[in-house]
């Protein structure tokens, strides 16, 4: 028999900087129309929009470092109260605390969810560290490139000719380390968390974007 799934997906991709969270979340959102969730996109949102929260998080964001539980959660909180969310989320770059985890799982719960998938996205520190120092965006649309590994066709933007890119301000090689000391002290613990909760797999995010993708596409498909 055919089981109907009634409940919004919501999958978690975990995994140091550079990872590739953002760049698969983006391509998911577009294949499979999941809403694409980053905590970082959100604070750096509300960094540039002045808020109290984003001028409590920029000088922590620019050292490398986690912002609060408190923030964060207020932030996911009221992106996930918005109608669209409804059709199953990505969660990139959240959770990356215990605190946050189990904000998470209690969040779930109260509407009768729970974590579909946590997708522990495995690379190198060294690559992770080339990956970020290499990375720009379009600044019209926000599509990802990379100097070495993903640059534009024609030195224009492959989604919408934009010529404009932007670097984030903490994406050079000592905030790198800055944020892997993080992660390997704050997020890594959280692999157990899920493989305990039987809802974890690893992926192999050493190989080129296309393939990642793929076998991405293949664990994600029983749970869309
Ligand atoms: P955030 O924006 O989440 O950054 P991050 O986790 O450090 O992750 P990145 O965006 O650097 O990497 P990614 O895995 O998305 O890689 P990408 O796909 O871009 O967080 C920024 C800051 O905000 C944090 O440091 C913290 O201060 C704060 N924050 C955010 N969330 C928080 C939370 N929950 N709690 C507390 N604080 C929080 O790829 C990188 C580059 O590599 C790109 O150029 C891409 O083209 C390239 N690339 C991707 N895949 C491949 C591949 N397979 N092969 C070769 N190149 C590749």
Redesign the pocket.
């Given at each position: 028999m055919t089981e109907v799934c009634t409940t919004p997906a919501v999958l978690i991709l975990l995994?140091?900087?550079?990872?590739?969270?953002?760049?698969?979340a983006r391509m998911l959102e577009e294949t499979l129309g999941l809403i694409q969730l980053?905590?970082?996109?959100l604070?750096?949102a509300a960094v540039a929009q002045g808020t109290p929260a984003g001028m409590a998080?920029k000088s922590?964001?620019e050292a490398?470092?986690?912002?609060s539980?408190d923030i964060?959660l207020q932030i996911l909180r009221d992106r996930m109260d918005q109608p669209d969310t409804r059709r199953g989320v990505i969660l990139?770059?959240?959770?990356?605390?215990a605190g946050?985890a189990a904000a998470l799982d209690h969040l779930l719960a109260d509407t009768g969810q729970g974590v579909s998938l946590a997708i522990s996205?495995e690379v190198d520190d060294e690559a992770m560290v080339a990956?970020?120092s290499?990375?720009?965006t379009c600044a019209e649309c926000g599509e990802?490139?990379?100097d070495t590994?993903?640059r534009p066709a024609n030195g224009a933007c492959d989604k919408c000719g934009g010529t404009e890119f932007k670097r984030r301000s903490?994406?050079n090689a000592d905030t790198a380390r800055q944020?892997l000391a993080?992660y390997h002290a704050q997020t890594a613990p959280l692999i157990a968390h899920y493989a305990q909760a039987g809802v974890l797999a690893r992926l192999d995010?050493?190989?080129?974007?296309a393939a990642?993708s793929r076998d991405l596409a293949r664990m994600v498909q029983p749970i869309v």
């Open positions: 995994g140091p900087p550079g990872a590739g969270k953002g760049t698969q980053s905590t970082g996109d604070l750096r998080a922590v964001m490398g470092g986690l912002v539980d964060v990139d770059g959240f959770p990356r605390t946050q996205m990956r970020v290499g990375r720009h990802g490139y990379h590994f993903k903490d994406d944020r993080a995010a050493m190989q080129d974007i990642v």
